[in-house]
T-cell receptor
Framework: AQSVTQLGSHVSVSEGALVLLRCNYS??????LFWYVQYPNQGLQLLLK??????LVKGINGFEAEFKKSETSFHLTKPSAHMSDAAEYFC?????????????FGKGTKLSVIP | GAGVSQTPSNKVTEKGKYVELRCDPI?????LYWYRQSLGQGPEFLIY????????DSGLPNDRFFAVRPEGSVSTLKIQRTERGDSAVYLC??????????????FGEGSRLTVL
């Protein structure tokens, strides 16, 4: 069984400031971890994923996340927020393995960027 | 089209009615998934197809929900005797490989169902 906890349903940052969105997971087996972004009126889009290679994963639009097994965390960061980053972000987990498919999502964090 | 297409984008129905939601995956994607996203929640897994067959339907909440993919491409999610609690956004996704470890899931924009 697996679960995901995203701390903070809403996060506001100033343009140019650091973005930090928190995700903690629980999994009975080694996990794959994902961050998805949902822009208004659009479908979920994959930002980045951890699949047991490098623990620091770089994604699109300057985002990155670090898998920390000891902390069961997969926090998402970006050094400098842009207005275009305003969206809802979802962390997800599934059991590791090529045939794994059942993503378990967190409740999401809505990011607002203040000019 | 290039992406996953879902129709209708919005559906309003009355309690007790029957509803069909359609998903047209990316051409060539063998795997298809349905998720449901209730207000304030993340998406929840409903069912997974590999080709024409439902490989895992463990997420379907009850027997009022059914999904088909008869030709291994387009899928239809069917909800009988709708209830107000079925109101949600129903998301469809497809992938080239057999799972998330081997490929990215591509999501459609969803079908928003409102049951009055």
């Amino acid at each position: 069984a697996q679960s995901v906890t995203q701390l903070g349903s809403h996060v506001s940052v100033s343009e140019g400031a650091l973005v930090l969105l928190r995700c903690n997971y629980s999994s009975s087996v080694p996990p794959y971890l994902f961050w998805y972004v949902q822009y208004p009126n659009q479908g979920l889009q994959l930002l980045l994923k951890y699949t047991s290679a490098a623990t620091l994963v770089k994604g699109i639009n300057g985002f990155e996340a670090e898998f920390k097994k000891s902390e069961t965390s997969f926090h998402l960061t970006k050094p400098s927020a842009h207005m275009s980053d305003a969206a809802e972000y979802f962390c997800a987990v599934c059991p590791a393995g090529a045939g794994s498919y059942q993503l378990t999502f967190g409740k999401g964090t809505k990011l607002s960027v203040i000019p | 089209g290039a992406g996953v297409s879902q129709t209708p984008s919005n559906k309003v129905t009355e309690k007790g009615k029957y509803v069909e939601l359609r998903c047209d995956p990316i051409s060539g994607h063998t795997a298809l998934y349905w998720y449901r996203q209730s207000l304030g929640q993340g998406p929840e897994f409903l069912i997974y197809f590999q080709g024409t067959g439902a490989a895992d339907d463990s997420g379907l909440p009850n027997d009022r929900f059914f999904a088909v993919r008869p030709e291994g491409s387009v899928s239809t999610l069917k909800i009988q005797r709708t209830e107000r609690g079925d109101s949600a956004v129903y998301l469809c996704a497809s992938s080239l490989g057999s799972g998330t470890g081997s490929g990215e899931l591509f999501f459609g924009e969803g079908s928003r169902l409102t049951v009055l």
